[in-house]
């Protein structure tokens, strides 16, 4: 397996600390409003790699937070600054903001349901850590990283020479102005040095503290949880790519400031999804949230397949185009597993499918393992379809194409369950609203299902052990 490495800008041979077995960070969401598909492109980036790390024999460890603290609004300079972005959105709809973080969570697990990405191995929230961020922060007291002043503390950046590594702001160059605009405020020893701990008596959910009540800053929440889950080293850590500056530069600087180790071996960004020519970021008004999109009739495999078709790192633009592309897509593959292979004819075993076969999940495999490559990974599996098609194969040899495009849907999980079931499910629904209707004597209900059944060619058949049905 090869990976890009924002570390080093390089894609590189990836190779974990103990052999076969990953441990895995993922930045998770600020839970004070619903995510947006944009949000969505760096998490399924995350699922994504684990399914195509899982598939190429690996085992991995998942952690994902949930920051339902300390994130503030204007996180794109050094030291962040503006309002805690939960306390912000409980001012403004009157809510208590311990309820808005629950909610949040609640519907970023929805989503990810609707999106297929199985659950992380764990889900630390910022707000159950607090005590593993303030002993952290007292260790960066203690060995000069870090410093009081007035109730809040600060990290010094001077006091960590490696700080730029990762996203290239240097403090030549914070210093010459990049990493935005800098506060007013003097107490800090550079004014790039950022909150670890800040004082505020009045905020909505704040902690006693040796340094005063207040709460955490947001980075220190990430070094914290990937401690104490996954160790002082992390196999891979990922984000979108607003999180490289400063939250990834500022967790490096904080965790290696403690540990004197490397924090992470191989750091893992995706790039923007773009609208109208722009990154979309919240502070733009157009972003289709995935309820926003399902409404619209698209499911959340067409999701999936829009965002995981192209490579992780190159700008996605989003359009509905696109999104209805992707769902034809899907269509076609639903199309060749539920229908072209199915009800084949008996026939002769085509001498040549067992090398096709095997041909494709080479290059299927070989594009996985070239940084996640999934274009040419579909590449291979459209080609197959094609190549299969035109064969005419008889049952058996449909059965194990079949057999492997389900294998690659492990990685990709966009194929649609079989219809057959869906219908099924749907039968015994009406049964058993009948059986209903029948117990409540509302026999112009039971009928009305019976002819509606009918109708499609479903004959129910009544028994003492039950209602049975059968195809007409
Ligand atoms: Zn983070």
Not at 3 to 20: A, D, M, S, W, Y
Not at 360 to 381: G, H, I, M, P, V
């Amino acid at each position: 397996m090869r990976i890009h490495n924002t570390l080093t800008g390089h894609v590189e041979e990836f190779k974990p600390q103990r052999e076969g077995q990953v441990a895995m960070y993922n930045c998770g969401p600020t839970v004070y409003k619903r995510q947006h598909i944009g949000n969505y492109r760096a998490f399924l980036m995350a699922d994504l790699l684990r399914r195509a790390l899982t598939y190429l024999g690996y085992e991995v460890t998942q952690i994902m937070n949930i920051t339902d603290v300390g994130h503030l609004t204007e996180d794109d300079v050094a030291d962040a600054q503006g309002e805690d972005k939960l306390q912000k959105e409980a001012a403004r709809r009157n809510v208590d903001p311990w309820e808005i973080a629950r909610e949040q969570e609640r519907y970023f697990m929805e989503d990810l349901a609707v999106l297929r990405v199985p659950p992380a191995h764990g889900y630390p929230r910022a707000t159950d850590h607090v005590a593993e961020m303030i002993e952290m922060i007292g260790q960066l007291i203690e060995k000069g990283h870090a410093y009081e002043v007035d109730g809040n503390v600060y990290f010094s950046i001077d006091s960590f020479p490696a700080y730029g590594r990762l996203s290239g702001n240097t403090m030549d160059k914070l210093n010459a102005g990049a990493g935005g605009r800098v506060e007013e405020r003097t107490d800090k020893k550079s004014p790039h040095d950022f909150a670890l701990w800040k004082r505020d008596e009045k905020h909505l959910m704040q902690w006693d503290s040796p340094w005063g009540k207040g709460y955490p800053g947001w980075h220190i929440e990430c070094s914290a949880m990937a401690k104490k889950y996954l160790g002082e080293t992390l196999d891979i850590h990922t984000g979108g790519p607003d999180n490289k500056f400063p939250h990834h530069e500022c967790e490096i600087a904080q965790t290696e400031s403690i540990t004197g180790r490397p924090f992470v071996r191989y750091w893992v960004h995706c790039g923007w999804l773009e609208i109208g020519g722009g990154k979309m970021s919240k502070s733009k008004g157009e972003l289709y949230t995935i309820p926003e999109l399902t409404e619209m009739g698209y499911e959340g495999a067409d999701i999936r397949l829009f965002l995981l078709r192209s490579h992780y790192r190159a700008p996605l633009p989003f359009d509905l185009e696109l999104l209805d592309e992707a769902k034809t897509v899907r269509a076609r593959l639903d199309n060749f597993v539920y229908h072209e292979m199915t009800e084949r004819p008996d026939g002769t075993a085509n001498p040549d499918l067992p090398k096709l076969l095997a041909d494709t999940r080479r290059r299927f495999k070989e594009a996985l393992e070239d940084d996640l490559n999934t274009s040419a990974a579909l590449a291979a599996l459209f080609e197959l379809m094609h190549a299969v098609n035109k064969a005419q194969p008889g049952r058996e040899d449909a059965e194990r194409v079949v057999a492997l495009v389900r294998e690659f849907d492990e990685v990709f999980d966009v194929l649609s369950p079989p219809p057959q079931q869906d219908l099924d499910a749907e039968i015994q629904s009406l049964i058993e609203e009948r059986d209903t209707a029948r117990a409540e004597r509302n026999f112009a209900r039971a009928d009305e299902i019976r002819d509606e059944l009918a109708a499609r060619g479903i004959e129910l058949i009544d028994t003492d052990g039950g209602t049975r049905w059968k195809k007409s």
